[in-house]
């Protein structure tokens, strides 16, 4: 499992300990210094690790393929996982799902809208709805689940958005893409 944007990696480290047999590895990678993270140096390095790096960097995403092609040969499968990510960084999140066809799996659960700044620039393909008084972000996750879409196979992958109750915020929407075969 990669978790991107992952913070202080609770999400990786809350996994590591659910599965703690069968050869996972759990990566958190955030823009954070190692040093915020202290609680990494005292975890298990062969199941799970941390890696502070820009996600919009090029060599990163080199760094990342390389990885999962190691894991994929040694047998296991990757998922990514964005878990609040904010902004463009939700469709950062799915260029790089679409960019390592070996990565079978995303889930991704989208928080901010882009920076209107981000939009000018062109950083982001979304429309805001023109309709006042519309919330834009079902929107958002919308366009955000049609990106994803477009990464997979009609004929033979998964594509889902869920709107998650249980989860305590209005930003409660998952998007759960799965590749059935490699590309």
């Known amino acids: 499992m990669i978790d991107l944007c992952s913070g202080k990696g609770i999400t990786s480290a809350l996994?590591?300990?659910?599965?703690?047999?069968?050869?996972?590895?759990?990566?958190s990678?955030?823009?954070?210094?190692?040093?915020?993270?202290p609680h990494y140096f005292f975890l298990d390095e062969e199941r799970i690790s941390y890696m502070s790096r820009d996600i919009f960097n090029k060599r990163m995403?080199?760094?990342?393929?390389?990885?999962?092609?190691?894991?994929?040969?040694?047998?296991?499968t990757t998922i990514l996982v964005g878990m609040h990510c904010c902004g463009i960084l939700s469709e950062r999140v799915i260029e790089i799902f679409e960019?390592?066809?070996?990565?079978?799996?995303i889930v991704l659960s989208p928080c901010c809208l882009?920076?209107?700044?981000?939009?000018?620039?062109?950083?982001?393909?979304?429309?805001?709805?023109?309709?006042?008084?519309?919330?834009?972000?079902?929107s958002w996750c919308r366009h955000l689940?049609?990106?994803?879409?477009?990464?997979?196979?009609?004929?033979?992958d998964h594509v889902r958005m869920y709107n998650d109750l249980e989860m305590h915020t209005q930003k409660n929407?998952?998007?759960v893409g799965t590749r059935k075969c490699l590309l």
């Not at 960019?99 to 799996?105: F, L, M, N, V």
């Not at 979304?126 to 006042?132: A, L, V």
């Not at 689940?145 to 033979?156: G, M, W």
């Open 29 to 37: 990678i955030d823009k954070m210094n190692a040093h915020t993270v």
């Open 173 to 175: 929407y998952m998007i």
């Open 99 to 105: 960019s390592i066809p070996e990565i079978r799996g």
């Open 114 to 138: 882009p920076k209107s700044h981000e939009l000018k620039k062109e950083l982001s393909q979304f429309t805001p709805p023109t309709q006042k008084g519309e919330d834009p972000f079902p």
């Open 145 to 156: 689940k049609r990106r994803v879409e477009t990464t997979l196979s009609k004929d033979t």
């Open 15 to 27: 996994a590591s300990a659910l599965f703690p047999h069968g050869g996972n590895h759990f990566l």
């Open 61 to 76: 995403l080199g760094q990342l393929q390389d990885l999962v092609q190691k894991h994929t040969n040694e047998g296991r």
